[in-house]
């Protein structure tokens, strides 16, 4: 009897000396502070409401004008969030193309606009050109570059102008000559009743 208390006694005092020892390596990873904000997480380092932004080219000329409901800026990934951008091309400060989306994301210096969701580009001085009514492209995407006024999507394209409707996939845009060259899958309508 006197040897199974013993052997009970050592069994216990092993399995705490082990438990201690594991609560000994385990401790500080335990109670170590906690950080409030997780790596995981990407907070802005700029929040902006009402965002009206105008770039000029090196002569002082309006090269584009930016709007946007508001625009989240990451410092570190070099990155701008904007919701519902806005953006109106000039030539001679003569504004020409307007382009809106949902959504858009930029580098900080502006060169590249990705824009995303119900992406709208209407030609602005439509009149000017003969025109009667603007015409009007539309996507799901678009990749704009505002200071050489070109846009490109592999995208399915709509453009939409009085009596004439033209479908396809893929686009490249010289908004500055106003040179639309469509790349593949292209059906157009033309009623010229409507015209």
């Known amino acids: 009897m006197k040897n199974r208390q013993q052997i009970f006694i050592f069994n216990t005092l092993l399995t705490l000396a082990v438990l201690a020892l594991y609560t000994y390596h385990k401790w500080d990873a335990w109670f170590a502070p906690q950080d409030v ?3 995981d997480v990407d907070l802005p380092d700029l929040t902006a409401i ?4 105008d770039n000029f080219d090196q002569d002082g000329n309006k090269e584009y004008e930016l709007r946007a409901e508001s625009m989240l800026q990451y410092l570190a990934t070099d990155r701008n969030l904007m919701i519902r951008p806005d953006i109106t091309l000039f030539q001679e400060t003569v504004a020409t193309w307007q382009t809106s989306s949902a959504e858009a994301v930029s580098d900080n210096e502006g060169e590249e606009l990705h824009l ?7 030609q602005i001085n439509f009149a000017e050109k ?3 009514e603007a015409p009007t492209l539309e996507t799901e995407t678009l990749l704009l ?6 846009a490109t999507t592999d995208d399915r394209v709509i453009i939409r102008q009085s009596g004439i409707y033209i ?3 893929g686009l490249e845009a010289d908004l ?3 040179r639309i060259t469509l790349r593949e899958k292209v059906t ?3 009623e010229p009743d409507k015209s």
Do not use: D, R
Request: net charge positive.
């Open 167 to 169: 479908e396809a996939t």
């Open 130 to 132: 003969g025109l009667k």
């Open 37 to 39: 904000i997780s790596s």
């Open 188 to 190: 157009s309508i033309y």
């Open 116 to 122: 995303t969701g119900n992406v709208v580009i209407k």
């Open 176 to 178: 500055n000559t106003n």
């Open 145 to 150: 570059k505002p200071k050489e006024s070109f």
């Open 50 to 53: 009402t965002v009206k932004q």
